[in-house]
């Protein structure tokens, strides 16, 4: 069994600073259909623009992860969106009444703790799944930053952060999928080290960081005079040092700035759009090259996806052959366009056409240059589409599909007298009241000869 969408049993609000802004934000996670994906709406703004949260959007990771659409932008979305996808939810609508996620305690604990003390609920739509086939890798060489992305069958993460710190270390977290994300990584705080302080503060950011929100870590000793200073920026009296962090620091784990590195991780990560089902090794990783990773990635499934899924092999008998799709389909020559269907499930179907010489359009497109019209390349999609619909009635003959909305067609490739074509159709949500929704592709060899999404209506023939 697939697994299915999920989103949250009801709305949830969260209020607090923005870490670097400063400004008092109100956020509500509210649930939202299956096909939704996450996405911030900001209502402070006119129009109440909406910004889905995908690695394409990614405008700045200075110190968080930015997204920006149309001029509104979000910033600090990566603890919100951790807790969220980590735990299982696939579609949420957050509204926002400012630039910023408020950064509560610095980690993602109360996000999980009320994910989790809400629940979630299933939805019909199956989730979409990056399958990944073979190793990719992301490098900084200079920074010794590195992301391994390995084929498996589930997703889990190894991570590794040494930034030649005598008071961190070298410092290993990982996360699988049984381990219990709300309580043991969740919890883990976002750092900063004392002398990044100065710097960040001169480019306007942290005004919403105070000791209560970030760990600083300290190397080496600290002079009075920057104690004092230290104790007017962040207007507390009882600053001190100990254990190379400030103000007697507990850390809630030994290795919570590792554990923090891969909450981070896992909310870039999120902003692929799809679940990912490989293992991840992570060196040093950081906003910018989760995010970058995830942009590369991406390109990657964009690239696969103009490639067939199934093969087809003619030595092998058709799931349907022309006898099989006449008795389904009212459609007869010269407007028959599907010669085979030799794979269909529940929510995909694939056929072939043989294009010849003999196609009675080529008569007059074009008489000197035959090339098949890009209607009727829609059309055999639709045909198919229309097997894949009809299988499970039990009087097929008795019906038809028709176009109700054709949108996104693009085509890539001429197809010509000589040519097989390979069609692919995927259901994208379940069949409501008689109407399916598909993405096609049509295929010549792995060239991607035409695709298109299509809306069709199931009614019964008069």
């Not at 600073?17 to 703004?45: C, Q, S, Y």
Request: glycine share 8%; net charge negative; hydrophobic share 40%.
């Amino acid at each position: 069994m697939a697994a299915k969408q999920q989103t949250l049993k009801a709305p949830i609000t969260f209020s607090g600073k923005g870490l670097h802004t400063g400004v008092e934000v109100t956020m509500t996670v509210n649930p939202a259909p299956a096909g939704t994906g996450i996405v911030f709406r900001r209502i402070d703004l006119e129009g109440a623009p909406e910004i889905p949260a995908l690695c394409d959007y990614v405008v700045d990771t200075s110190r968080g992860t930015t997204i920006e659409k149309d001029g509104a932008r979000v910033a600090t979305i990566e603890h919100i969106l951790s807790a969220l996808w980590t735990l299982g939810a696939d579609n949420a609508l957050i509204d926002i009444n400012a630039g910023e996620t408020p950064i509560m305690d610095g980690s993602a604990r109360e996000y999980a703790g009320r994910i989790v003390e809400t629940g979630l609920e299933e939805q019909e739509a199956e989730r979409s799944y990056y399958q990944v086939t073979e190793k990719m890798v992301y490098t900084i060489p200079e920074k010794g930053v590195a992301i391994i992305l390995y084929p498996d069958d589930e997703f889990s993460v190894s991570l590794h952060v040494d930034y030649n710190s005598k008071v961190i270390g070298n410092q290993y977290a990982t996360f699988n999928p049984e381990d219990d994300y709300a309580a043991n990584i969740a919890p883990c705080r976002t750092f900063v080290f004392l002398h990044e302080l100065e710097p960040l503060m001169k480019m306007n950011l942290i005004k919403g960081g105070d000791l209560d929100n970030a760990i600083v870590v300290v190397e080496g000793s600290v002079a009075d005079d920057q104690l004092a200073h230290l104790k007017q920026i962040f207007n507390k009296q009882d600053i001190r040092i100990t254990g190379g962090y400030l103000n007697n620091l507990e850390l809630r784990f030994n290795n919570e700035l590792a554990r923090h590195k891969l909450l981070d991780l896992l909310g870039d990560f999120a902003l692929l759009g799809r679940r990912i089902k490989g293992r991840v090794w992570a060196t040093r990783p950081g906003h910018f090259a989760n995010t970058e990773f995830m942009k590369q990635v991406k390109k990657t499934i964009r690239r696969e996806g103009e490639k067939p899924r199934f093969q087809y092999d003619c030595r092998k008998p058709p799931v349907y052959d022309i006898n099989d799709i006449r008795g389904m389909l009212p459609h007869r020559p010269p407007f028959l366009l599907v010669d085979r269907i030799f794979h269909i499930d529940e929510t995909t179907v694939a056929g072939i056409k043989n294009v010849t010489m003999n196609e009675p359009f080529f008569v007059g497109h074009f008489p000197k240059e035959p090339v098949m019209p890009g209607v009727l390349i829609v059309e055999a999609m639709a045909q198919c589409c229309g097997m894949l619909v009809l299988r499970g009635i039990p009087d097929p003959e008795n019906y038809s599909t028709y176009f109700m909305k054709i949108d996104g067609v693009k085509f890539k490739r001429k197809v010509v007298p000589g040519d097989t074509l390979h069609f692919e159709l995927q259901l994208l949500e379940p069949i409501r009241r008689g109407v399916a929704i598909v993405e096609g592709k049509a295929f010549v060899g792995d060239t991607l000869a035409c695709e298109a999404t299509m809306m069709a209506q199931i009614a019964k023939n008069k």
